[in-house]
């Protein structure tokens, strides 16, 4: 991100939040929907972010580190909406069937569609960790940094996460191979 678009930012320059909130929506978006698989809710955590980015700017101690100060925010505020839809359902819920907004090439449909499958049953905090180390590219220590937690925490989240991934797609491997099922 340009310092310089920032340093404005900080100092109350309209534009230059504009400027920011154009360049950063698109990856803010990609990771809320990583997060919460659903297209309306990460609309509506990108949204919290953007005001929040807005608010918090001038409070931003260095400006080298906006775009993992926006990391943190954007997943509190996709945890937050995936506590708020939590408390709200009964537990069941229609899950979206939406593509995911970028085409994933290098996997097949059907693996795509089982790994979807598999990190829908994620818990939205394993999610979180998973999104932003393996699409995001944070260690364990920047992810701690990002959600305020130990990196040791982070690091058995992905942990029981990948593993959770795992089993998954072998239970549902499993399934497949029972003569008679359909997938």
Known sequence: ???????????????????????????????????????????????????????????LRDPDRFEAWTYRLVARFSLDEARRERRLSDGVRLLATDEPPVPD???????????????????????TVVVLHHYVGLSTTEIGRALSIPAGTVGSRLHYAERALRAAIEADDRVALRPGATA
């Open 105 to 127: 090439s290098s996997i097949s449909i059907a693996d795509r569609d089982q790994l979807e499958r598999a990190f829908r049953r994620l818990t939205p905090e394993h999610r």
């Open 1 to 59: 991100m340009d310092r310089d678009l920032v340093e404005r930012g900080r100092q109350g320059d309209r534009q230059a939040y504009e400027a920011l909130a154009r360049a950063s929506a698109p990856r803010l978006y990609a990771i809320a929907y990583r997060i919460l698989r659903d297209p309306i809710r990460s609309d509506d955590a990108v949204q919290q972010t953007l005001v929040a980015i807005w608010r918090e700017l001038p409070r």
